[in-house]
């Protein structure tokens, strides 16, 4: 029998956190091997296990598994997350992808000076109202259905919830025009698996603080 995947990053969100959301709604247990030093980095580089250079990678039947698509993708195939067919798996991309442009915008927001913060938060409140949650609410307005795509649990429902969770944290208020998207929040965090990855004492990863973006910045050398 496999091991459990093993997770190859920092401990902070960053670019594992919806790979530790898409394993933790699958029910897969996972360990953490925690970056935390610069030396921790070098090895891991030096070792050959990072094809390009960067994580995060992840340790999974067998294979060092790097990119995060790539890794979120052999995870929903794996667990039967991606679709039945190829047409539902088109638009299952194309609504992760759309994810993932908002999503970015607020991961690499603990990177932004100082004095360009409030401009980024604006232009990700406007986004959030203006372009992307919009499209997903007329999505399961559309078909009436108690999930994006194919009347079943997609990869597409549980990146776009955690991507609802860090949303509010921006501004609660944002998502109070979406009552579709909101249901779809409080019926993904009560699935059994994800209720408990949202419980105090999981894997799940608190927002980045000052203190750890100042680590992750030491251990990968980043100015």
């Not at 091997?33 to 070098?42: A, G, M, R, S």
């Not at 340790?59 to 794996?78: C, F, H, P, S, W």
Request: aromatic letters at 8%.
């Amino acid at each position: 029998m496999a091991g459990k995947p093993k997770l190859h990053y920092f401990n902070g969100r960053g670019r594992m956190e919806s790979i530790r959301w898409l394993l933790a709604a699958a029910g897969v247990e996972f360990e953490e091997i925690f970056i935390e030093t610069p030396e921790d980095w070098d090895k891991l580089r030096n070792d050959g296990h990072l094809m390009f250079q960067q994580v995060p990678m992840v340790e999974i039947d067998g294979m060092k598994m790097v990119q995060t698509r790539a890794i979120l993708n052999y995870i929903a195939t794996k667990y039967n997350l991606y679709g039945k067919d190829i047409k539902e798996r088109a638009l299952i991309d194309m609504y992760t992808e759309g994810i993932a442009d908002l999503s970015e915008m607020i991961i690499v927001l603990p990177l932004c000076p100082p004095d360009q913060k409030e401009a980024k938060i604006a232009l990700i409140k406007e986004r959030t109202t203006d372009r992307y949650f919009p499209v997903f609410e007329k999505v399961l307005k559309s078909h009436g259905q108690d999930y994006l795509v194919g009347n079943r649990l997609s990869k597409a429902d549980i990146h776009l919830v955690e991507l609802l969770y860090y949303v509010e944290e921006i501004d609660p208020s944002l998502l109070a025009n979406f009552p579709l998207l909101k249901a779809l929040k409080t019926r993904i965090s009560n699935l059994p698996t994800v209720k408990k990855f949202l419980q105090p004492g999981s894997q799940r990863k608190p927002p980045i603080d000052e203190k750890s973006l100042e680590q992750a910045k030491k251990i990968f050398r980043m100015k």
